[in-house]
Nanobody, 118 residues
């Protein structure tokens, strides 16, 4: 059974960089054809795709967030990380990591609340 767990600070100050880690168990992030994604849900709004990192290490980002986003991985610890720079209160959201296989988001983390506030 694949499990994903987000971790990171719940409070970030404006203009700082948000950094979250997703730890994966029950499967390797380098296994062919799996993609590992970050998604967020601001309060009162729908889900927003942030980006993903492929089994190969290639990355794709949402055009609206691309200039501020970086997704990387640590294969030795089976983790992938989101960094979102220059945050504002509009980046306040529940952040999720998820696995993607043939366009289906089949496993999700429980989500972690991140609030941007001074």
């Amino acid at each position: 059974q694949v499990q994903l767990q987000e971790s990171g600070p719940g409070l970030v100050k404006p203009s700082q960089t948000l950094s979250l880690t997703c730890t994966v168990s029950g499967g390797s992030i380098t296994t062919n054809y799996y993609y590992w994604s970050w998604i967020r849900q601001p309060p009162g709004k729908g889900l927003e795709w942030i980006g993903y990192i492929a089994y190969s290490g290639s990355t794709w980002y949402s055009p609206s967030l691309k200039s501020r986003t970086s997704i990387s991985r640590d294969t030795s610890n089976n983790q992938f990380t989101l960094q979102l720079s220059s945050v504002t209160p509009e980046d306040t959201a529940v952040y999720y990591c998820a696995r993607v296989y043939i366009y289906e988001y089949d496993y999700w983390g429980q989500g972690t609340q991140v609030t941007v506030s001074s």
